[in-house]
């Protein structure tokens, strides 16, 4: 991370609307809690060359703790939000970790890698020692997702993946001091067929009322290894929540704003005000915005690619190649049952939704009649396409396979060394396309199979997946 706080953390908040007296009065305190925290950041910081002093950062009007992220330098974050979702910590270079109940559960813009989701808080023992004086539990499995470069990871044409990753782990309190021992195992095969196993030792101080984590190093990531984080000032800790919902909440298409001028909103707008939807463990990779209008306009894409399949087929059968025509078949049909839904935004990152307005999209008033439907869903490990299951596959085709993850990234993927296809075997969330090879498509053909993956990044992880097609 790099430098120390700063008045830009939390610009991107956006500003008030006067359309709907529940999204202006969230919008209007987030933003007088921006001003305060610009107001006092030349006083207080300047241009420090180090994390200043206690005493220093004990003056200034909001939350404040050190971090350390593995052998990087010290340095401080602010606390910029506080919601049903997270206390999201924010440093000087946009940096951001957030926390739920002292826990860690997300990052994000750090180098490397980033953790973009972690599951199952509820049943988390660290909540449960800072909420109750009842026995807690002492076990705990949950499940993260990694965002990070690919192995083959080319500068020039960057890819990354997302990985997720079982924990488990058990705990022991002694007094206001608690540890925890586990390991991470990724919950498949990577592409060479390895699955990756990690050990890690986390611990936790609380405060002397047991309501708060004061002091805690806790395993981040592989790349990252632990942060550490020591509390200087706190922020109100967060009330309990139960398991995650799909979220689910429709946006309108225009908004007034404080000078009754009618604009078009941005996501983070309805996001804060409907806090009470949202869960430290909402699924933000599978963040979808969909309308009427754009459903209309994706009708007439699909009716044009169904068109081509059949076409596909119709071809290999005039040519003779009936093991062929018959993939081509398969893929028709399969097609024809995917439930897809076009979406503008394939998964986001909520910290930077809160602080970019490239990550804040304005929702456009063309592409929407009356309202949009903004909807949070989880993602699974899905497979699609040709399989020898279905008797779809034979030695005469050939295959080749292909990624379309939560976030919309589209990655063809190698094959193993066997010149199999290759296969994610869940390790990876998305859909996992087995498709015909590149080369034995017919000229004309060719850029069949990344349109189809364009298509996948359309799938609506809230239908229950098409026959064959959990991993």
Partial sequence: MRGVITAALALAVASGLGGCSTFKSLSSEESSQLSAAQASFDFLFGDAPQAPDRETLLQAPYPVTYVQIGDAPRTVLAAAVNGTDGQYWVSAGGEALTLWQGRVIRSSQLELENRIHTSYLADDPLSCYLHSERTCPTQFERTIQLKRPVATFDPHNPQYEIVSLTLNSSFNRNGRDITEIGTAVTTGASNEGKREQYEFSNSYRLSSDNKYVIESKQWLSPMHGYVNLEMVSLTSPNEPRGEPQITRFQAPVQVRNVNGEEIAPR?????????????????????????????????????????????????????????????????????QQWPLRASYVHGIDPAQMRL?????????????????????????????????????????????????????????????????????????????????????????????????????QHWDYTQAPVAGSAQ
């Fill in 267 to 335: 996501l983070n707008e309805f996001v804060t005000a409907m806090q009470r939807q949202l869960y430290p463990d909402s699924y933000w990779p599978g963040l979808r915005i969909y309308s009427d209008k754009l459903d209309q306009r994706f009708s007439g894409r699909k009716a044009g690619m169904l068109k081509r399949l059949r076409m596909l087929e119709q071809t290999y059968r005039h040519d003779g190649e009936t093991a062929l025509a018959n993939a081509a078949q398969a893929l028709t049909q399969q097609f």
């Fill in 356 to 456: 970019t307005v490239g990550e804040n999209p304005a929702l456009n008033p063309h592409d929407a009649d009356e309202e949009y439907e903004i909807v949070l869903a989880p993602a699974l490990a899905l497979a699609t396409g040709l399989n020898k299951a279905t008797n779809t596959l034979t030695n005469t085709v050939a295959t080749e396979s292909w990624l379309v993850q939560p976030d919309g990234s589209i990655r063809k993927l190698e094959p193993t060394n066997a010149g199999k296809p290759a296969q994610t075997n869940g390790a990876m969330p998305g859909v996992t396309l087995t498709t015909i090879a590149e080369r034995q498509l017919p000229r004309g053909f060719r850029d069949l199979n990344a349109q189809l993956a364009m298509f996948l």
